[in-house]
């Protein structure tokens, strides 16, 4: 069955450093979507990639579908404490599949 | 902010006693889920409806039980809570299969 992967589990960051976390599909999939869930609350929707090689921003977040739409990544610019919580990336074949997440911490 | 609730926010419950956590949406959509999530863990499928009178078991098995008699609503319920049982408890819905899920604000578990 399809199986989606996210590395790294943990990640920490000093406060304006850069960070990736990447999410890959066992599958070939329609689309990818994130979520952030910060501590104590529940998970956020924060984009969806449909197309092959699809790159979206957010503000300081840069999303990627890749060419093969198995793996996407997120990547975080000059990290704020603001985006300390979990990542989640949830890939769609058949159905919605969630990964088990990135949780960022950040030092100031 | 979506319009999906939960409640109770937090239950504090004794071994053996029947539960039930409410889950509605006003946003009329036909998908709603319920994952299971241990603190700063992964999300667990356990059940999905995909309209009235239909639900399935997810991924994770698990010993609760749903039900959908109206599109709004998605209640869980456990027969006999047992202390392995506790753990957050989130209610989720979309418009489609495969769209974006819009998630309530859980329910913390513990039995004791």
């Known amino acids: 069955g399809q199986q989606v992967m996210q590395i790294p589990q943990y990640q920490h960051v000093q406060e304006g450093e850069d960070f990736t976390t990447y999410c890959n599909s066992s599958?070939?999939?329609?689309?990818i979507q994130w979520y952030k869930q910060r501590p104590g609350g529940h998970p956020v929707f924060l984009i969806q990639?449909?197309?092959?090689?699809e790159v979206k921003k957010q503000k300081r977040l840069t999303f990627q579908f890749g060419e093969a739409k198995k793996n996407s990544s997120l990547h975080i610019t000059a990290t704020q404490t603001t985006d300390v919580g979990t990542y989640f990336c949830a890939g769609n074949d058949y159905k919605l599949s969630f990964g088990a997440g990135t949780t960022v911490t950040v030092r100031a | 902010e979506a319009d999906i609730y939960q409640t109770p926010r937090y239950l504090v419950i004794g071994t053996g006693k029947k539960i039930t956590l409410e889950c509605s949406q006003t946003m009329g959509h036909d998908k709603m889920y319920w994952y299971q999530q241990d603190p700063g863990m992964e999300l667990h499928l356990i059940h999905y409806s995909y309209g009235v009178n239909s639900t399935e078991k997810g991924d994770l098995s698990s010993e609760s039980t749903v039900s959908r008699i109206r599109t709004e609503h998605f209640p869980l319920t456990l027969e006999s809570a047992r202390p392995s049982h506790t753990s957050q408890y989130l209610c989720a819905s979309s418009e489609g299969r495969g769209r974006e899920q819009f998630f309530g604000p859980g329910t913390r578990l513990t039995v004791l």
């Open positions: 990639l449909v197309k092959s090689g």
């Open positions: 599958t070939t999939l329609s689309n």
